[in-house]
């Protein structure tokens, strides 16, 4: 072609066949369409710049609305952690500490949506999260446990545990559970008799299920056999029974589970594991349909009571203690882990003090606190003071805070004279090492009448001072004024309760008519007249303002509030005139 470009009027397609034929278009067309074309591509790319002008504004639109989400959550979190501080001490810190990492998690999110770098996972709530991983942790942990039951032969049907490793769910089946059942009392299901040595091996067992009066006529897969003690002399004299070396070794494992031995214990405490995960994942896995009354306050606390009580031990290891917190840990909620805890030791004894270490080694209390008195009546017997050693080698097992507090309890209780109860205080301290304490209860014995009762209403204004419950400050209250009126005791309880909020004087003087037991009690009316006739007197009129302030602002907020309602219906018992002129300037008719 000599290097020349032909006019386009010249070019054809190379084949007549040819996918990619380039049909011949002459120039008028072009030259009429031209002017079309133009003003298309045009149009399009002034779409095109608005669609990135578009854009660009839903960008910055979007990290507005992400910032300003961010902003208000976090002054949200703020306003959530003020009014939670107003909450028992005890409840403080968790809240306070799962706002937080909420508040955390949403910035995370948010950085990530404004970057464009959002993972599929990260959307998922923190508690789906740890739920998920609970499960997974859950399936792993209790396979080890039927390996160790396997291993150590336990007089389990063949089959039945490795059942469990392909499904777990069939720990609740009925064949399963009978042989649990049978596992634990040493016995044997009839159905398993039959099927592996035949109905004449039945004469070596007897029945421990049919019972002539209240339950004359079982169903046949529920007859439980055990041994009869002539077990040996009776296969003996049976020589017809066949797999007599099957039946002797049943006899044995069964034996051998039910002795006080080292290999009996490891059978024990790998079935009480393996149940204990396999109970909390069926939970897990079926919450819209399982009740968690009936898993976290029947159910494991047996297995964590059974699993640190071993033999005849009359104190706690320290070793199974920890095993049993590691159970309980894996309780995600913490309601559910309390409840567990709460239901252990039903029957008093050794496992009653068992249920005070598990709470004590996580919890604080005050001295005054009704779980902590409890205690203390329960490891010390009505008049009798016992060992200090004792009582300190269960102490030992609580964290600092409840031991300081439990010795506190010790030094007020009712169990034993004071002059008892401050020896056996101060020996238990000893026995701890909590020097300090013992240096200032050797200080207040020495303390003049005036310098004690200035230290003691000052610990109750300290406890004003942590938030704490209206019902422990009126326990610290009534531990101080020993149930008899004095003159000086009721002014120095008014001068404290009056310096705080004026609610928290609301609230405790609601709760003075009646005692823990819900009985009366003969000392509040002198009390409340006392307090009623200082809150109307002339000489405290700034305190009068301040709380007629305060329930001014409760009757706006709800004017059928229990507190506003119950404070006036009892000044009203003390003093009918009084009540008038609180209701008058609060705004109530």
Request: charged share 25%.
């Amino acid at each position: 072609m000599n290097g020349k470009i032909p006019p386009l009027d010249e070019y054809v397609p190379m084949s007549a066949d040819s996918d990619n034929a380039i049909a011949r278009v002459s120039v008028e067309k072009i030259q009429r369409d031209w002017v079309d074309l133009t003003l298309r591509v045009a149009q399009a790319e002034s779409e095109c710049a608005a669609l990135e002008a578009e854009n660009k504004n839903f960008r910055a639109l979007l990290e507005r609305t992400i910032e300003h989400r961010q902003k208000s959550h976090a002054e949200l979190v703020t306003i959530l952690t003020t009014l939670v501080s107003k909450l028992p001490l005890n409840d403080v810190g968790v809240i306070v500490a799962r706002l937080v990492e909420h508040n955390q998690h949403l910035n995370e999110v948010s950085t990530s949506l404004i970057k464009g770098r959002l993972e599929d996972g990260m959307l998922q709530p923190a508690l789906l999260k740890n739920l998920e991983k609970t499960k997974r942790d859950l399936q792993e942990a209790f396979k080890p446990e039927v390996g160790i039951l396997l291993r150590l032969a336990a007089p389990f049907e063949a089959g039945v545990l490795q059942s469990l490793l392909e499904k777990p769910d069939n720990f609740f089946s009925p064949a399963v559970t009978r042989a649990n059942r049978a596992f634990v009392k040493g016995q044997v299901p009839r159905e398993r008799i039959l099927k592996e040595f035949g109905p004449e091996a039945l004469g070596l067992f007897k029945d421990v299920t049919t019972d002539v009066k209240f339950n004359p006529r079982p169903k046949p897969e529920e007859i439980m056999l055990a041994f009869k003690p002539d077990f040996t002399s009776l296969l003996q004299q049976n020589p017809g029974i066949g797999h007599r070396q099957e039946l002797e070794a049943l006899h044995q494992q069964i034996t051998q589970s039910r002795e006080n031995t080292e290999t009996a214990r490891a059978q024990k405490t790998a079935f009480l594991r393996l149940s204990f995960f396999l109970e909390l994942l069926h939970y897990y896995e079926n919450q819209s349909t399982e009740s968690p009354d009936v898993v976290f306050a029947q159910r494991l606390p047996p297995l964590i009571e059974q699993l640190v009580i071993t033999g005849e031990r009359e104190e706690l290891d320290e070793k199974h203690l920890l095993a049993a917190e590691a159970l309980l840990a894996l309780i995600i909620n913490t309601d559910h882990r309390k409840a567990v805890i709460n239901n252990i030791g039903k029957g008093g004894g050794l496992a009653r003090t068992l249920r005070y270490t598990l709470a004590f080694r996580v919890e604080q209390f005050s001295e005054a606190d009704p779980l902590t008195v409890e205690c203390i009546k329960h490891l010390i017997p009505q008049g009798k003071a016992p060992a200090p050693a004792a009582v300190a080698g269960v102490l030992k097992l609580f964290n600092t805070h409840m031991q300081k507090a439990c010795v506190c309890a010790i030094l007020a209780t009712d169990r034993l004279r004071k002059e008892d109860a401050e020896k056996l205080g101060k020996a238990v301290a000893l026995e701890l090492g909590l020097k300090e304490m013992l240096d200032r209860m050797s200080e207040q014995t020495s303390l003049a009448p005036e310098r004690e009762r200035k230290l003691a209403w000052d610990l109750i204004k300290d406890l004003i001072s942590a938030r704490a419950a209206p019902a422990e400050v009126l326990a610290a209250i009534r531990k101080r004024m020993q149930g008899r009126y004095d003159a000086d005791e009721v002014k120095a309880c008014w001068l404290v309760l009056t310096e705080a909020d004026p609610l928290v004087f609301v609230r405790v003087f609601c709760l003075l008519p009646y005692l823990p037991n819900g009985q009366a009690d003969p000392l509040a009316r002198e009390v409340m007249e006392a307090f009623i006739n200082r809150l109307t007197h002339e000489k405290y009129v700034e305190t009068y303002k301040k709380t007629i302030h305060a329930l001014n602002k409760l009757f706006k907020v709800k004017a059928d509030s229990p507190a506003l309602v119950n404070f006036l219906a009892l000044v009203k018992w003390v003093d009918r005139a009084a009540a008038e002129k609180i209701s008058r300037d609060v705004g109530m008719a």
